[in-house]
């Protein structure tokens, strides 16, 4: 992938694909996916497991095509002008063929020169990377000998050595320590401040959060939502007020849908931090036997179940940024709307 000069078709999107197709065998992994993205955005795509973010990214990446559809990249087309639309491409894949034997710097110079840079082009893009991904003290480590973490690092700088417009990065958080996480969190946010298009595969929605990213959300092969976290959660996000008792919850008289499960009573109302004091003061005689109250907030998580009908981790990223209990009684997905915006 040789670092080019093409310059990206003016006004066109980083990213753009119209109505992209792919199936193995019987499995539909996209159906008829729209989705932009503009030079400097940074859309973190979520979905479940199998929901279909690798294929999208191999298949933006040019190693899967499409049955159908199109795909650009700066303007260009990958099936018309492949070699084109690709420079502009850097892809840090779940999995990549760095070579064991090989320290970090020997693999990142290997990649280097792929790319087309060389000499001391290939030393301080070394250095610029080194810093922000916290290779540091890795460089002269053989990649075998490092944990998965640190191998996505190592991923992620390859992907970037050739200063891609557009980066897609696949769960490049996976078992990544806290301070590296945020490291990463605030280089994207860096990279796109300077006009990068980051597309943010990942399965902790505090991360979305943290880098005030857009979102779309794919569901069984498709975008079901896309738009700012604003939007989503104005739009779909429900809050609710979580009480939990020291044995069988009562049964308030409130204006609000309210469901129990075990020793915890949920009321679902759209302003929680407001409906507190009516709920206490219907709690009457079982006021004594309160333990805890927690106020949720509309947030990614609730938007996310309550358009996929399912919650979207169980465990928090390391560190502890989590998601909230499940939003009560939603039993399974609800038709979703597609904003305007993808
Ligand atoms: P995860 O979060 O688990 O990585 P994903 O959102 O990346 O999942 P994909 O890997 O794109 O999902 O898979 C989308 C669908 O296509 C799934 O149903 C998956 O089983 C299927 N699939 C993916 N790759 C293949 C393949 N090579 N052959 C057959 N089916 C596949």
Same mark, same amino acid.
């Given at each position: 992938?040789?670092?080019?000069?093409?310059?990206a078709?003016?006004?066109?999107p980083? +990213?753009?694909? @119209?109505?992209?197709?792919?199936?193995?065998?019987?499995t539909?992994?996209?159906?008829?996916?729209?989705?932009?993205?503009?030079?400097?955005?940074?859309?973190?795509?979520?979905?479940?497991?199998?929901?279909?973010?690798?294929?999208?990214?191999?298949?933006?990446? !040019?190693?899967? @095509?499409?049955?159908?559809?199109?795909?650009?990249?700066?303007?260009?087309? +990958?099936?018309?002008?492949?070699? &084109?639309?690709? *420079?502009?491409?850097?892809?840090?894949?779940?999995?990549? !063929?760095?070579?064991?034997p +090989?320290?970090?710097?020997?693999?990142?110079?290997?990649?280097?020169?792929?790319? !087309? $840079? *060389?000499?001391?082009?290939?030393?301080?893009?070394?250095?610029?990377?080194?810093?922000?991904?916290?290779?540091?003290?890795?460089?002269?480590?053989?990649?075998?000998?490092?944990?998965?973490?640190? *191998?996505?690092?190592?991923?992620?700088?390859?992907?970037?050595?050739?200063? =891609?417009?557009?980066?897609?990065?696949?769960?490049?958080?996976?078992?990544?320590?806290?301070?590296?996480?945020?490291?990463?969190?605030?280089?994207?946010?860096?990279l796109?401040?300077?006009?990068?298009?980051?597309?943010?595969?990942?399965?902790?929605?505090?991360?979305?959060?943290?880098?005030?990213a857009?979102?779309?959300?794919?569901?069984?092969? &498709?975008?079901?939502?896309r738009?700012?976290?604003?939007?989503?959660?104005? *739009?779909?996000?429900?809050?609710?007020?979580?009480?939990?008792?020291?044995?069988? %919850?009562?049964? %308030? @008289?409130?204006?609000?849908?309210?469901?129990?499960?075990?020793?915890?009573?949920?009321?679902?109302?759209?302003? %929680?931090? $407001?409906?507190?004091p009516?709920?206490?003061?219907?709690?009457?005689?079982?006021? %004594?036997?309160?333990?805890?109250?927690?106020?949720? &907030? =509309?947030?990614?998580?609730?938007?996310?179940?309550?358009?996929?009908?399912?919650?979207?981790?169980?465990?928090a =990223?390391? !560190?502890?940024?989590?998601?909230?209990?499940?939003?009560?009684?939603?039993?399974?997905?609800? =038709?979703?709307?597609?904003?305007?915006?993808?």
């Open positions: 992938m040789p670092t080019d000069t093409t310059p078709a003016p006004g066109a980083a +990213l753009s694909l @119209r109505g992209v197709h792919k199936r193995y065998g019987d539909t992994a996209l159906h008829d996916v729209d989705l932009r993205i503009a030079e400097g955005e940074v859309v973190g795509l979520l979905g479940h497991n199998g929901a279909g973010k690798t294929t999208l990214m191999s298949l933006t990446a !040019g190693l899967l @095509r499409p049955d159908a559809g199109d795909i650009e990249i700066c303007g260009h087309s +990958l099936r018309a002008e492949p070699h &084109r639309a690709r *420079r502009h491409l850097g892809l840090a894949p779940q999995e990549l !063929g760095v070579y064991p +090989l320290t970090v710097r020997q693999n990142l110079r290997f990649f280097a020169e792929l790319s !087309g $840079l *060389r000499g001391r082009e290939v030393r301080r893009r070394t250095e610029e990377l080194a810093e922000p991904l916290g290779l540091g003290d890795l460089l002269d480590r053989g990649v075998g000998r490092l944990s998965g973490g640190e *191998r996505r690092r190592v991923h992620t700088a390859v992907a970037l050595l050739h200063r =891609p417009r557009l980066l897609m990065l696949d769960e490049p958080t996976a078992g990544v320590d806290v301070e590296t996480r945020t490291r990463l969190i605030d280089f994207v946010r860096e796109a401040a300077d006009g990068t298009a980051v597309c943010y595969s990942t399965h902790y929605l505090a991360e979305v959060e943290a880098l005030a857009d979102v779309a959300v794919l569901d069984q092969g &498709r975008v079901i939502a738009g700012t976290l604003d939007d989503l959660v104005r *739009r779909h996000g429900v809050g609710y007020v979580e009480l939990t008792f020291t044995g069988p %919850p009562p049964a %308030p @008289r409130l204006p609000w849908p309210v469901t129990t499960e075990a020793r915890t009573l949920r009321v679902r109302v759209d302003q %929680p931090h $407001l409906a507190v009516e709920i206490l003061a219907a709690l009457g005689d079982a006021a %004594p036997q309160l333990l805890n109250l927690d106020v949720v &907030r =509309p947030s990614l998580e609730s938007v996310f179940l309550r358009l996929t009908g399912r919650r979207y981790v169980a465990d =990223p390391p !560190g502890g940024a989590g998601g909230h209990p499940p939003e009560p009684g939603r039993p399974g997905g609800q =038709p979703a709307e597609v904003s305007g915006h993808g």
